[in-house]
């Protein structure tokens, strides 16, 4: 079992470019979420796939940010137009229970000039 | 509105000391708590729960926390810590209803043990 995958771990984008960030979890679980981390604001919910439906995306930022789940062994997170503070760590994270065990992968550390 | 307060930004403790870290919650309705490790560079790593029954939760590597609905508290503690627990720790709660199962974090207590 690899764990939850995310890459890359690592991208720079000039203000304006587009971003992508990738996330495989881990086999068999039904549920994908993703969190964004600053040293600011802490850990903060963007959104939360449940069978590769979006279930809740209420942190979503309404403009530039959307995330998709096309099967289940992969879910992204576009950043369109980025900004510089939209400079973080984005973590995703798989469960497979109802009782909210969290898994993390490493995160994309997201850096925009 | 689900809010987790962690009280202590840091705490520096010495290798063999017992070490206590301080959660508070607020929520009108059933909860799951749970507490997080992350190390420097990595995500987030699972150690304990507290769902229902037994108030005081058994974790990896030696830690324990102790839920209270009368303080709201989940405090977590360690009788020994080891200088590799050195890393952030986060409390978290979630909705024990619904169809979320989204997490909220408190701000995160970085625990430093010297040797």
């Known amino acids: 079992n690899a764990g939850v995958i995310q890459t890359p771990r690592h991208k720079v984008t000039g203000k304006g470019q587009e971003a992508t960030l990738w996330c495989e979890p881990i086999s068999g679980h039904s549920a994908v979420f993703w969190y964004r981390q600053t040293i600011v604001q802490g850990l903060e919910f963007l959104t939360y796939?449940?069978?590769?439906?979006?279930?809740?995306d209420s942190g979503m930022p309404k403009e530039r940010f959307s995330a998709q789940m096309p099967n289940q062994s992969h879910s992204t997170l576009k950043i369109q137009s980025t900004q510089p503070q939209d400079s973080a760590v984005y973590l995703c994270a798989s469960s497979f229970d109802s009782q909210n065990t969290l898994y993390f992968g490493a995160g994309t550390r997201l850096s925009v000039l | 509105t689900q809010t987790v307060s962690q009280s202590d930004a840091h705490v520096t403790v010495f290798e063999g000391d017992s070490v206590e870290l301080r959660c508070n919650y607020s929520y009108g309705g059933s909860i799951y708590l749970s507490w997080y490790i992350q190390h420097h560079g990595h995500g987030l790593q699972f150690l304990l729960k507290?769902?229902?029954?037994?108030?005081v939760v058994q974790g990896v590597n030696g830690f324990e926390a102790e839920f209270s609905k009368s303080d709201s508290s989940f405090h977590l503690r360690k009788a020994s810590v080891h200088w590799s627990d050195s890393a952030v720790y986060f409390c978290?709660?979630?909705?024990?209803?619904?169809?979320?199962?989204?997490?909220?974090f408190g701000l995160g207590t970085t625990l430093q043990v010297q040797p």
């Open positions: 978290a709660v979630s909705a024990r209803t619904g169809n979320t199962g989204k997490l909220i």
């Open positions: 507290y769902y229902s029954g037994n108030p």
């Open positions: 796939f449940r069978n590769q439906a979006p279930i809740d």
